[in-house]
């Protein structure tokens, strides 16, 4: 069975991918900072923290133990804040690069090893849309999203060809992330169930993502048969929200 491991996998997107290549018939190993409350049958869960580098190690190095290699993984994991950039502490910008940028690429660097022993494999950042446009009060998480994408195609190009590395680009998903990040006024309603169907009027699709919608999507980037020949692209999963003009 091939193998995958996912960050940030007790959260909503994470949570949907773990689910996703479960009943594809992949063994997968969930990583999360947060205690998994009930981690699927057949998953491996593990409390890691991915902006901590020893961590890092030594949870790839039981992974390493248990399966020898890795044909997937799925650099998920993220925490957002919410400020003016004038407001935002040095201390704040530093745990949203750790955890978004960083992360991805100590996770990245340990697990080379076991990519490279699986033949062919690959990698996906779950970036987001404010990799292209953003709005005001999220500079911090932008910038990290921004740096996901060019490192992208970075890793695309240095592990090339036998690990394809792309990012996926989400647009609103419904989860906490989403939910806590419409308290900072940008969307119209005095509710968040308000501004969810504020945001779903927004976008072409007419609704908000489901966690699944992207889970979807990074199946289908890991499938070799499917997606081969796709190297340092970003998808960008958004029900249309991006491709309409503001000014217009
Ligand atoms: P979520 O908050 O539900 O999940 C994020 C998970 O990451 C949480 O379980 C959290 O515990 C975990 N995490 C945080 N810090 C960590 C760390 N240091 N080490 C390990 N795990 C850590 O949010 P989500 O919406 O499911 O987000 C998943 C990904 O999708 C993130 O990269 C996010 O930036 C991206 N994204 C989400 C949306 C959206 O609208 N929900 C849009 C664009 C991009």
Redesign the pocket.
């Given at each position: 069975m091939p193998v995958v491991l996912v960050?940030?996998?007790?959260?909503?997107?994470?949570?949907?991918t773990v689910e996703l290549f479960r009943r594809e018939g992949w063994d997968v190993v969930a990583?999360?900072?947060?205690p998994h409350p009930e981690p699927p049958p057949g998953v491996r869960a593990m409390q890691?923290?991915?902006?901590?580098p020893d961590q890092v190690e030594a949870a790839m190095g039981e992974v390493a133990r248990a399966f020898g290699r890795l044909d997937a993984l799925v650099?998920?994991?993220?925490?957002?804040i919410t400020k003016p950039f004038e407001a935002t502490t040095p201390e704040e910008w530093d745990r949203v690069q750790?955890?978004?940028l960083k992360?991805a690429y100590l996770v990245s660097r340990a697990a080379y090893p076991l990519l490279r022993a699986a033949g062919r494999a690959s990698v996906v950042h779950?970036?987001?849309?404010?990799a292209l446009a953003t709005s005001a009060h999220i500079a911090a998480?932008a910038a990290s999203?921004g740096g996901l994408l060019a490192l992208t195609r970075a890793m695309a190009i240095e592990w090339a060809p036998d690990i394809r590395v792309n990012a996926v680009?989400?647009?609103?998903?419904?989860?906490?992330?989403?939910r806590?990040?419409l308290s900072r006024g940008h969307v119209q309603g005095e509710t968040v169930e308000q501004r969810l169907k504020a945001l779903a009027e927004r976008t072409v699709a007419r609704r908000?993502?489901r966690?699944e919608d992207?889970a979807q999507a990074i199946l289908f980037l890991c499938d070799w048969e499917r997606a081969g020949f796709i190297y340092g692209h970003g998808l960008v999963v958004d029900g249309g929200a991006t491709i309409r003009l503001s000014t217009e």
């Open positions: 960050t940030g996998a007790a959260g909503g997107i994470g949570r949907a990583w999360d900072v947060q890691v923290d991915v902006s901590q650099n998920n994991a993220a925490v957002q750790a955890v978004n992360g779950v970036a987001s849309v404010h998480y999203k680009l989400p647009g609103a998903v419904d989860t906490a992330m989403l806590a990040g908000i993502g966690p992207i």
